[in-house]
T-cell receptor
Framework: DGGITQSPKYLFRKEGQNVTLSCEQN?????MYWYRQDPGQGLRLIYY???????QKGDIAEGYSVSREKKESFPLTVTSAQKNPTAFYLC????????????????FGPGTRLTVL | DAKTTQPPSMDCAEGRAANLPCNHS???????VYWYRQIHSQGPQYIIH???NNETNEMASLIITEDRKSSTLILPHATLRDTAVYYC??????????????FGKGTKLSVIP
């Protein structure tokens, strides 16, 4: 964390509403990631982006959408198509290695806990 | 699926060394072992990573066996603030310069006063 901001910390929405989670970073990292965590479980990858205007689906992308218009920002929209949206959502960032052969260590934000009522 | 196996829980007395084991018998030659920890309701915190040599930083030491099939994270003097879930992860290459972290359920370390 430190240079990764996720807001708000807690978010409540009614069933059937789309909701957008914010992730902002000032680390000048190229890559950004979204994970979902359910109680007692590890993290699962939703989407990731290695450069502006490009992103890739992770393991559980259905019912989610993202955009990457700026290097600093990678918002995640949880759509009404997501069957079980209540979860803890985590954003992470990573820089490219000096030789640009791949991305380096991922660092995580503080997370947003979404509850759909 | 996670490529690692960890015990679900461990206890450690405050002030003693905490040794957290991890098995990764299917690790490939160029895959790194990463350790993160997560305190309840917070984002995971990076601890350390290594390829085949032992590594040490201000937080912990990482001991990787010569065959690379297992590793141990060592917290030299555990404090109550070290109580957390510790994740051992084999970082895998997913193409186009991107690496993926696959989280398992980790080890819940409880530091006892």
């Amino acid at each position: 964390d430190g240079g990764i901001t996720q807001s708000p910390k807690y978010l409540f929405r009614k069933e059937g509403q789309n909701v957008t989670l914010s992730c902002e970073q000032n680390l000048n990292h190229d890559a950004m990631y979204w994970y979902r965590q359910d109680p007692g479980q590890g993290l699962r990858l939703i989407y990731y982006s290695q450069i502006v205007n490009d992103f890739q689906k992770g393991d559980i992308a259905e019912g989610y959408s993202v955009s990457r218009e700026k290097k600093e920002s990678f918002p995640l929209t949880v759509t009404s198509a997501q069957k079980n949206p209540t979860a803890f959502y985590l954003c992470a960032t990573a820089k490219w290695t000096s030789g640009r052969s791949g991305t380096d260590t991922q660092y995580f934000g503080p997370g947003t806990r979404l509850t759909v009522l | 699926d996670a490529k690692t196996t960890q015990p679900p829980s461990m206890d450690c007395a405050e002030g003693r060394a905490a040794n957290l084991p991890c098995n990764h018998s299917t690790i490939s030659g160029n895959e790194y072992v990463y350790w993160y920890r997560q305190i309840h309701s917070q984002g995971p915190q990076y601890i350390i990573h290594g390829l085949k040599n032992n590594e040490t930083n201000e937080m912990a030491s990482l001991i990787i066996t010569e065959d690379r099939k297992s590793s141990t994270l060592i917290l030299p003097h555990a404090t109550l603030r070290d109580t957390a879930v510790y994740y051992c992860i084999v970082r895998t290459y997913s193409g186009a310069g991107s690496y993926q972290l696959t989280f398992g359920k980790g080890t819940k370390l409880s530091v006892i006063p």
